[in-house]
């Protein structure tokens, strides 16, 4: 089984993504895992990645689905594997075809997580963190006791440049643009089943469980 997680940052695809490698034994394949895999074994594609990510450039698409291809051919993906941040626009989407088409292995389900616009920005810009310990709050769904310090060192509770307003609506702006045409995409090839990612994580791992039994049936 070959599933892909796609939707917006702040969906939740990280927490669903643990759920299903875990209960349905799937090798996990995120770009950036893979990206630094690759590196640190020093494969030719690794090295190429290296050079562009040591220039601060993105790694072309043809490095990166290169990559890709040379994970799904690895043993561990020969029971099922989830796809998690790739592809991101339908260019890569094309060529992830290709590369199973000539891996013999095809797409079984894409979950679409749908969240609306103003959940995201809450969950994105809610997170906040100990400057003395590094501990994690988010102001509405785990909050400190006392606001703005932390429960267990007492330090100063901040936000992170990543989690601001502006650096957030930039994220989903792009997302927008990039990887929201997949959905249209994937629709038109019968293998986008969305889920209500507004839900709470049970919730939504339910539905999700749902979908994929169904279609191992």
């Known amino acids: 089984m070959l599933i892909m997680l796609l939707g917006p940052p702040g969906a939740g695809k990280g927490t669903q993504a643990e759920f299903l490698v875990k209960n349905y034994n799937l090798a996990y394949i995120s770009t950036g895992e893979i990206l630094r895999s690759a590196v640190k074994k020093g494969t030719p594609l690794g090295l190429?990645?290296?050079?562009?990510?040591?220039?601060?450039q993105l790694v072309p698409d043809d490095v990166v689905v290169g990559i890709v291809k040379e994970r799904l051919a690895d043993p561990d993906c020969r029971q099922g594997a989830l796809l998690d941040g790739f592809p991101r626009t339908?260019?890569?989407?094309?060529?992830l075809d290709q590369v199973l088409n000539d891996?013999?292995?095809?797409?079984?389900?894409?979950?679409?997580?749908?969240?609306?616009?103003?959940?995201?920005?809450?969950?994105?810009?809610?997170r906040r963190?100990?400057?003395?310990?590094?501990?994690?709050?988010?102001?509405?769904f785990n909050p400190p006791k006392v606001r703005n310090v932390c429960d267990q060192c007492g330090g100063e509770l901040s936000q992170r440049e990543d989690d601001s307003l502006a650096t957030v609506t930039e994220r989903l702006a792009v997302?927008?643009?990039q990887t929201e045409p997949l959905?249209?995409?994937?629709?038109?090839?019968?293998?986008?089943?969305?889920?209500?990612?507004?839900?709470?994580?049970?919730?939504?791992?339910?539905?999700?469980?749902?979908?994929?039994?169904?279609?191992?049936?």
């Open 175 to 177: 997302y927008k643009k």
């Open 48 to 56: 190429k990645a290296k050079q562009y990510m040591e220039e601060g």
């Open 103 to 126: 891996l013999g292995c095809k797409l079984d389900a894409v979950i679409h997580m749908a969240v609306e616009e103003e959940e995201l920005i809450a969950r994105l810009t809610g």
């Open 129 to 140: 963190v100990c400057r003395d310990c590094g501990a994690t709050y988010h102001i509405k």
């Open 183 to 217: 959905i249209d995409y994937y629709r038109q090839q019968n293998l986008l089943h969305t889920i209500d990612g507004n839900q709470d994580i049970d919730a939504i791992a339910a539905q999700i469980s749902a979908v994929l039994d169904k279609l191992s049936q």
């Open 90 to 95: 339908v260019a890569q989407a094309q060529s």
